[in-house]
């Protein structure tokens, strides 16, 4: 039997279930798919113990009892629905529909990619995915801010055989394998797209003939980027000339197709990021062209209408103020680690008179619950799985019965029945609702708001509208008076003694599911030992960690994976200026040595 996976991850994978013990392959068939499964489903999902018995004030109970619990807690005035991503189902929403009844609240914002998803719909106006037949066919592949041995693993055969060139602050993996690797500072992404587009229209390399038919105002934006001091932007960046040079042998005259990561937007001023990475592709004429196009997360949602679209207040996810709400429901979550300044939000959190956990594993979040209600997990309930990296949609069938938990729509529904709401569907309504409205490609479903050749005709929802080039903002990030001088430095030799901090998600977890770790990363250069204790501070908070020397990084970067306990005790609780997005990255920190 055939169901998907449901984790948080570009690639959506079709998986086969060929007996009653759950022993699992990947679909070799599915485009998406080389009939491999990653070691978060295929180990770490099956060897991470589960919430078993529902709790109320610490005690074991029945799962009767704790829905009664719950139904009571919901009877406060304000109430507040905060909904994690570890599930992509879309069957999570179905609370939704409860929340709307009783007049509660829900998140607006993202804690990963809304920052870059905004400065894409500023230029294209929609966020459409690229297709992976069109990453397929192109012949240079520019991963930037991408980790994809971690994150998208399943495209790797997509890049056989094409010119890779990778562009992060990590030595990573595939920028070992890569054709040139160009090694950044951190929160540079911007500077490197505007001076590509820059030199591209020096050399007349730029798409002109795409661009007056599609985006006229392209002689603006080359004098936009004449704006940007070329030495000084280098020196800051941390490249030069050469470097330049080398990048655009792969660039002019190519099939090329970008893969950016969110790695790149964890900063308050995110969106531009995207949004000059996209300008620097428009100068190439890369969208609505076969063989090429930008890869971010692509908006799964995109022409489906959505049953559990509801109309509730909505409060800042990213920077959620806990206490002003009686009753929280956490689902499928777990704030007090994985949002921004811990300090600030398990203070929030305690200070909820009824908190309420819902999900699959003990957590920071759990622990601080009044009340526990454990989940099923996606093997044991219906659902259906969009893609945010690909077209292709999933249908996930129940593969196995389990007296462990409950579903979120029987959730729901115990809620329904308590408050005496009427207006929820079956649940088949609302899967056939979602699969209904996908197209058929042989045996797969495809999203409905696929496109072959996405951006072919125009820009915007209709089609009909130009790209619009990033123009200058009134923002000091985007300020070139602030390049006037800088001194030329080498890159083995630090100046200041704080660091840009570097939060990726590791291949043992999904954020603070599964395997977690206390290790921060370190360039041996600096003088830290293996294994040592440190403290990692910043104007927000501190933790210790173990040191663990890693050569890839440069040295003014210390790396911590987002599944390491503490790392968000670091991290400011701030909003990007456009998308409501977390700003992880947005933050210095100091290394101090434990004496023992």
Not at 39 to 47: I, T
Not at 258 to 278: N, R
Not at 472 to 493: A, E, L, M, Q
Request: proline share 2%; aromatic share 10%; hydrophobic share 35%.
């Amino acid at each position: 039997m055939n169901t998907a996976c449901g984790l948080d991850c570009y690639d959506a994978c079709r998986v086969i279930v060929e007996d009653d013990a759950l022993k699992i392959k990947g679909d070799a068939s599915h485009p998406a798919g080389n009939g491999a499964l990653c070691a978060l489903l295929n180990k770490y999902m099956f060897e991470t113990p589960r919430i078993e018995k529902s709790r109320v004030n610490g005690l074991e109970v029945s799962m009767e009892e704790a829905l009664e619990a719950v139904s009571e807690a919901f009877k406060a005035e304000k109430s507040l629905l905060w909904r994690g991503s570890g599930n992509f189902g879309v069957m999570q929403e179905v609370t939704n529909l409860f929340m709307e009844k009783i007049e509660g609240s829900l998140t607006k914002g993202s804690l990963c990619d809304g920052s870059g998803d905004a400065g894409i719909v500023m230029g294209r106006g929609v966020n459409r995915t690229l297709p992976l037949e069109q990453i397929d066919k192109a012949e240079v592949v520019v991963v930037w801010g991408r980790n994809v041995t971690v994150t998208n693993s399943h495209i790797m055969p997509y890049l056989e055989g094409k010119k890779i060139v990778v562009i992060d602050p990590v030595r990573t993996v595939i920028a070992k394998k890569a054709d040139f690797f160009l090694q950044i500072a951190p929160r540079t992404d911007y500077y490197v797209a505007i001076m590509l587009a820059r030199f591209i229209f020096m050399e007349d390399s730029d798409a002109t003939e795409w661009m007056d038919e599609f985006a006229s105002e392209h002689e603006d934006f080359y004098d936009f980027t004449r704006e940007h001091r070329i030495k000084s932007i280098l020196e800051y960046i941390g490249v030069d000339l050469g470097d330049m040079g080398r990048m655009l042998n792969y660039l002019r005259d190519r099939k090329v197709v970008f893969l950016v990561g969110t790695g790149v937007q964890k900063y308050s001023t995110g969106s531009y990021v995207l949004h000059a990475i996209d300008s620097l592709a428009a100068t190439l004429g890369l969208f609505g062209q076969e063989e090429c196009g930008v890869s971010y997360l692509g908006n799964s949602k995109l022409g489906f209408d959505n049953p559990f679209s509801v109309e509730c207040k909505r409060v800042q996810k990213a920077t959620t103020e806990f206490s002003d709400f009686d009753t929280v429901l956490v689902q499928g979550g777990n704030p007090a680690a994985s949002m921004p300044d811990s300090n600030r939000v398990k203070e929030e959190l305690e200070d909820v008179e009824n908190l309420i956990y819902f999900g699959l594993h003990e957590n920071e979040t759990s622990k601080l619950a009044k009340i526990v209600i454990p989940a099923k997990n996606f093997f044991e309930k219906e659902d259906v799985r969009l893609g945010y990296g690909h077209q292709y949609v999933e249908k996930m069938n129940k593969i196995i019965d389990s007296d462990i938990g409950i579903s979120e729509y029987d959730f729901t529904k115990c809620l329904f029945d308590a408050f005496g709401f009427s207006g929820l569907q079956d649940e088949s309504y609302y899967i056939d609702a979602w699969l209904d409205q996908c197209e058929k490609e042989g045996e797969h479903y495809v999203a409905a708001g696929y496109e072959t050749l996405p951006y072919s005709e125009g820009f915007g929802e209709e089609g009909d509208d130009e790209f619009e080039f990033i123009e200058d903002y009134d923002d000091d990030f985007i300020n070139t008076k602030r390049f006037r001088k800088y001194r030329k430095t080498s890159k083995n030799k630090k100046e200041d003694e704080t660091f840009w901090l570097l939060s990726p998600k590791s291949n043992k977890s999904l954020n603070t599911q599964f395997v977690r770790d206390d290790k921060v990363q370190l360039h041996p250069e600096l003088g830290y030992s293996e294994g040592e204790r440190v403290q990692i501070s910043s104007e927000h908070g501190k933790h210790e960690f173990t040191v663990k020397h890693n050569e890839d990084l440069r040295l003014d970067c210390v790396l911590i994976t987002n599944n390491t306990v503490g790392v968000n005790y670091l991290t400011p609780a701030i909003l990007s200026e456009e998308g409501n997005n977390a700003c992880y990255q947005e933050v210095k920190v100091e290394i101090e040595r434990i004496e023992e």
